[in-house]
């Protein structure tokens, strides 16, 4: 007899990135594919360690979140993360679309942001940037939040 050894999560409930469509997706599924436009979309949550450097690159979207570790670098013209985003390193971006945004004391930030939450510790550098703080820019906040069992 084999133990479960992973977790059990139950489904949650993602809006895809690219049509807004609502679904539900297994608890551990990383990416799948929209059943409103078909496409592939990523769901799990992007955790950059060490020295990693992610990009450049066009976009980096996912219904999960985004972690930047403190050596980590990404850059990316368009980021999206209905997660949120957790930045201990350095985020260069164009434009941010997140729930909730917070930058570590070593952060280094640069992009116009659009989020429903900002953390800054001291120490987080912002370079010049455009901040939208817009109450739900895309009704995000509606969904059930995940991460209850
Ligand atoms: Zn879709």
Redesign the pocket.
């Given at each position: 007899m084999l133990l479960a050894m992973a977790r059990h999560t139950g489904p949650r409930m993602v809006q895809?990135y690219?049509?807004r469509?609502r679904f539900e997706v297994g608890g551990r599924a990383q990416s799948t594919s929209?059943p409103?436009?078909n496409?592939p979309?990523i769901v799990g949550d992007l955790i950059l360690k060490g020295s990693t450097l992610k990009g450049p690159k066009k976009e980096e979207r996912t219904c999960g979140k985004i972690v930047v570790g403190k050596k980590a670098r990404l850059m990316a013209e368009f980021v999206e993360a209905h997660g949120g985003i957790e930045c201990e390193g350095t985020i260069e971006a164009r434009h941010v679309l997140t729930s909730r945004l917070v930058l570590g004391a070593k952060a280094v930030y640069k992009g116009d942001l659009q989020a429903q939450t900002v953390e800054m510790k001291p120490g987080a550098k912002v370079k010049p940037s455009q901040f939208a703080v817009p109450e739900d820019p895309i009704g995000l906040a509606d969904l059930p939040q995940s991460g209850s069992g």
């Open positions: 895809c690219l049509c469509h929209c409103g436009c496409k979309v």
